[in-house]
Every structure is written in structure tokens, then in C-alpha cells.
């Protein structure tokens, strides 16, 4: 890049800069960097007099936008491709194919249906001609100008039924390699996957489950616009089984990309009429739409796939919306609906002898009861989902058991055993770069130790935690640590700060329809106030926890009742 900035200085040095300072660097940057461009690119500078180097920088800027190549541009990348060997020429017309911004080795050698050295060779000499750029190890891309150049020459000379084997080859690629990604990271689940068939060109080794996490987490943005791509350009069964495949890795706090690509999935089924499929991607949306926290979108995906589901007697995809019907009741507050929901999905699972099912609908029905204060019966039904996850080998869900018993222990104060799940819970989750999950055990820490008597090492965990979710955007969760964070904030003395992470969960809690957060966080104000001796502001959050509380049924009522009883008592006195 400064190699070409330099040169531009060199040979149009009497050319004033204009406006703009660094009009070269943004003309270096519309060639592409590329030699023969900027030669050309300066003869035209030179041939033009009275423009500026603003000038001629705008112009290609403006160009560009109009996806319109400059002449002496098209020219330069036209003698470029020329020179090729007619192998390499193939590699750059199909590469500009592929829809993602960049691209490996392996997706190339998919492409041209080659083997792997030989792809890496022509890959390198591609780079040491410009033509082609390394923009990290082992990862490719092409230049906007190079692109639209090679998208041209592929329309021109590469007949259509090949173009479409080229990606069919690819997206294979892409399917086959996530399908191995997935079967590595979560073994236990790859019943409830679509069976893919290994594909026929070169792929990574994705055995070792660090390996698969990372080529995942790579590759996530491709894998989003490949789905989008298929969806939309003719293959849309790719696009179904991609959204199939990703679904467990989206949970580890990718929502967004979950919410777009269930979506093109839901697209694509419809395109091809498979209701099956339709439920299928209904129901997995209606969970992506749980993840970004929007609740009533989330129950009129899930019961719309429920009435397909129905529709064909698919007795597993029943039970499974049940339970994220149930999940997305919880998240409302309605929590006998949503154990109402639980109960019928564990029971369809054991008729259908689904151990992960069943063990899903009970570590729910778990949590549910210990929100209501049934500590005993939530510890039955979370051990039993623990041993069943165990016999599984489903290691993501033995984590959430495990921090949803940790809960139940803090709050019973068996204070040893809810450290103990929660350190196994936490090496669990980062095992499977579930970044949501590890946040989960973080502000379960937190809690554990304000518990403890320990409110700074409480707040470092509440804050580490909020950083997680702040980067995967799980709101809901983002709000159980901000309360965490405050009600840590006022055992260490800082009433004030507790206020400010109270705010801010509340805020986020009434946006999302959180009742229990925005019931927490009226609980966490009023004590703040309290420390500060804001009777009015104090009795008035009491007041607004208890109405919440009473509705949802749970056992904080009583405690803000014998609060509210205890400031009475204060008034009268007074």
C-alpha cells in the first residue's frame, strides 16, 4: 500500500492534492494497488490538466459506486489476466463467484474441482501478480475493482451449467465441512442434524472439537451470506440443512446471524413446499427470535410451527416447540404456562425415548419451579436432566444443568456445591465456546459470592459476565447482570453505582418484556435508595417489585412485603 501511495508521489508530484490530504492513498486504494492500474491510472492524471488529486480520487470513488470500472483500469487487470496460464485465469473468474468477502484454500480448490496443492500454487501466484490478495493466513479476497472484472470474464466465458456446478460444488464444501465442525463440537446431538454426506473435494481436519470451534467461528460470516446466497439463487435445500446444522453453534451468542439465516431457511421451505422443513425453521427462528429477546415474535414463530407440526404428526418437533414455547413463556413471566409447556414436551419426548428431550424439558421445568420458590422439586428435575445429559455425552446441556443447580444451591446456601457446579458449568461452556453460557456461570459466581460475604470478587465476576454479553447481544441476560452487578455494587458500599446498574437493567428489562428483571430491578433500587435515605423513592420501588412479584407468584413478594412492613414500622416510629 505505501509502495503505491510513493509511487503516485513520484510521477504525478506536480500534481496539487486539493481538499483532500489523502487523495492518494484513495486513488492507490480504487487500483487495487495494482502496478499496471496505477500506471495507467497516472497517465489519465497527467492528461487531465486542471483537476486535483481530490479531483481524480472522487471521480473513481463515484465510478466505483456506479460498480463502473475505469477504463485505463480495465485495460491494466484485461493485460493482467491475459498473461495467465489458462488454469490460473479459471481459478480468478470462479473465485469472483463465490459470494463471501473472502475465502481459503479449501473453498478455491471446491470451486475448480481441484487438488489441494495445486489450488494453494495457483492461489500464490495470483497474490505475487496482484490479482489476488492474502488477507490473513491462509484466508483470500479480491479487490473490488478485481472482482467486478473477473465476475464479467466468468459470464462471458464460463458457461452457466458450469457456473452452477462451481457453486454447487462449493456450497457442498461449506455443508459438509459445518456438518463435521458440528458432529466434533456436539456429538451427542448429531441425531437431530440432516445426515450429510462428505464432499468430494479437499476439507479440513475438523476432528479435534477446538479445531471445529474455530473454523466456525471463521468461517460464521461466510457461512451466513452462503446461506442467504443459496436461499435466494436457485439452491434452496442448501440453505435448509445449513440452517439445520448451525443451530446449536448459533446458541453460543450469535443471535443475530441465527435470526437471518432461520430466516432464509424459512424461505427456502417454502419455496420448495416441504411444511416439515417449514416447521423445522419456524421453530428455529422462533428460538433466534428468544435470543435477541423478542418475546412475542418469538411464541408466533414457535406456535405456528406447533400448528405444522401437528399438521403432519411430527411427534419430536412437537415436543421441541413445546419447550421453546415454554422457554419463551418464562421469558414473559407466565410461569405455570410455561411449566404447562415443559411437562407436555417431557412426556412426549419419553414416549419417543429422546433422552436429550426429555432431559431439556426437565432442566426447564427445573428452573421454573426454583423461580417459584419450589427448591426441593426444581433440585429432582435438575438432577435427573444432569444424569440424562451425562448418558447422552451432550456436554452443553450437563453445562446449563449443572449452573441452573448451582442457582437452586446458592439460594438453598449450599454454598460449596453451587461453587462446585458452577467451576464445572463455566469449563464446560468455554469448551464448547458457548460465550453466552460462560457468561451465565460468571453471573452465577457473582451471585454466589455477594452470598459469601465477598461483594468486590462479586462484582468482578457480575462485570466479567456483562462484557460477554455485551459482545453476543443477549439482552435478557445483559439485564440479569446488571442487577447482579448492582446488588454486588451496594454489599461493597456504593449505593450510588448500584442505582446506575439498576437503571440500566430496568431500562433494558421493560424494552425486552422481562418482568422478573424489571421486578429485580425495582427490588435492587429501592434498597439503593434505602442506603441513601430516600424514603420516598425507596418505598415507591418496593411498591412497584411487589405488584410484579405478587402477578408472577413467586417467593420475593413476601421479602419486599416485610420490607415495605419494616419502613412502615420506621414511619411510625418516626
Known amino acids: 500500500m505505501h509502495e503505491a501511495v510513493d509511487y503516485l508521489a513520484r510521477v ?14 484513495r486513488i492507490a486504494r480504487r487500483c487495487g494497488h495494482l502496478p499496471l492500474a496505477l500506471d495507467l491510472t497516472t497517465g489519465h492524471i497527467r492528461a487531465t490538466p486542471g483537476w486535483t488529486l481530490t479531483d481524480h480520487a472522487d471521480r473513481l470513488d463515484e ?38 468477502q473472502d475465502s481459503d484454500a479449501y473453498a478455491a480448490a471446491a470451486l475448480t474441482d481441484a487438488d489441494l496443492d495445486t489450488t494453494h500454487a495457483h492461489l500464490d501466484h495470483l497474490c505475487r501478480d496482484h490479482l489476488l490478495q492474502q488477507a490473513a493466513s491462509g484466508r483470500y479476497t479480491l479487490h473490488d475493482l478485481v472482482r467486478a472484472f473477473a465476475v464479467t470474464r466468468a459470464h ?3 458457461r452457466p451449467a458450469d457456473r452452477r456446478a462451481a457453486l454447487t460444488r462449493l456450497f457442498d464444501h461449506y455443508l459438509a465441512t ?11 446431538q448429531a441425531h437431530l442434524r440432516p445426515d450429510i454426506p462428505p464432499a468430494g473435494t479437499p476439507a479440513p481436519d475438523l476432528t479435534d472439537p477446538d479445531s471445529a470451534l474455530a473454523w466456525l467461528d471463521i468461517e460464521r460470516p461466510t457461512l451466513v451470506t452462503v446461506a442467504a446466497h443459496a436461499a435466494n439463487h436457485g439452491w434452496p435445500t442448501h440453505t435448509i440443512r445449513l440452517s439445520r446444522l448451525l443451530y446449536r453453534y448459533f446458541a453460543g451468542g ?11 431457511a424459512l424461505q427456502a421451505a417454502r419455496h420448495t413446499g416441504d411444511v416439515t422443513e417449514q416447521a423445522h425453521a419456524l421453530t428455529d427462528l422462533g428460538v433466534a427470535h428468544l435470543w435477541v429477546a423478542r418475546y412475542e415474535s418469538a411464541v408466533e414463530h414457535l406456535t405456528a410451527a406447533l400448528r405444522l407440526f401437528n399438521q403432519t404428526g411430527h411427534g419430536f418437533g412437537q415436543a421441541r416447540t413445546q419447550t421453546n414455547l415454554g422457554v419463551a413463556e418464562q421469558r414473559l413471566g407466565h410461569y405455570r404456562a410455561a411449566a404447562a409447556h415443559f411437562a407436555q414436551a417431557r412426556t412426549a419426548h419419553l414416549r419417543s425415548g429422546d433422552r436429550i428431550g426429555q432431559a431439556r424439558a426437565l432442566s426447564n421445568l427445573g428452573d421454573v419451579e426454583q423461580r417459584l420458590g419450589h427448591y426441593r422439586k426444581a433440585a429432582g428435575h435438575l438432577r435427573q436432566a444432569l444424569t440424562l445429559y451425562r448418558q447422552s455425552g451432550d456436554q452443553a446441556g450437563e453445562a446449563v444443568s449443572l449452573a441452573n443447580l448451582a442457582e437452586v444451591d446458592t439460594r438453598s446456601g449450599r454454598y460449596g ?17 458457548h460465550r453466552n453460557g460462560e457468561a451465565w456461570a460468571l453471573d452465577g459466581l457473582g451471585i454466589l459470592h455477594r452470598h459469601l460475604g465477598q461483594p468486590a470478587e462479586a462484582v468482578r465476576y457480575h462485570q466479567q459476565a456483562l462484557t460477554i454479553l455485551e459482545m453476543t447481544g443477549d439482552r435478557h441476560s ?3 447482570a446488571l442487577n447482579g452487578l448492582g446488588e454486588a455494587t451496594l454489599a461493597a458500599g456504593d449505593a450510588t453505582g448500584a442505582l446506575t446498574h439498576h437503571t440500566a437493567a430496568h431500562t433494558i428489562a421493560v424494552e425486552i418484556g422481562a418482568r422478573d428483571q424489571r421486578a429485580r430491578a425495582h427490588a435492587g433500587l429501592a434498597n439503593a435508595h434505602r442506603a441513601l435515605d430516600h424514603r420516598d423513592q425507596t418505598r415507591e420501588h418496593y411498591q412497584h417489585a411487589l405488584a410484579i412479584y405478587t402477578d408472577l407468584g413467586t417467593p420475593e413478594a413476601d421479602e419486599i412485603r416485610t420490607w415495605l412492613a419494616t419502613l412502615d414500622t420506621a414511619d411510625t416510629r418516626t
Request: proline share 5%; no cysteine; hydrophobic share 50%.
Open 12 to 25: 504525478v508530484s506536480h500534481i496539487p492534492a486539493g481538499d483532500d490530504p489523502a487523495a492518494a492513498a
Open 63 to 100: 465510478r466505483h459506486r456506479q460498480r463502473r470500472l475505469e477504463t485505463g483500469v480495465e485495460l491494466a487487470l484485461d493485460l493482467s489476466y491475459h498473461h495467465l496460464p489458462v488454469d490460473q485465469r479459471r481459478l480468478l473468474r470462479l473465485l469472483a463467484l463465490h459470494p463471501g
Open 156 to 158: 462471458d466465458e464460463v
Open 178 to 188: 459445518a456438518a463435521a465442525a458440528m458432529n466434533a463440537l456436539h456429538p451427542a
Open 254 to 264: 450469535h443471535g443475530s446471524d441465527a435470526v437471518a439465516v432461520h430466516s432464509h
Open 417 to 433: 456445591t453451587a461453587a462446585e457446579n458452577l467451576a464445572q458449568a463455566l469449563a464446560l461452556f468455554r469448551q464448547a465456546g
Open 478 to 480: 445483559a439485564a440479569w
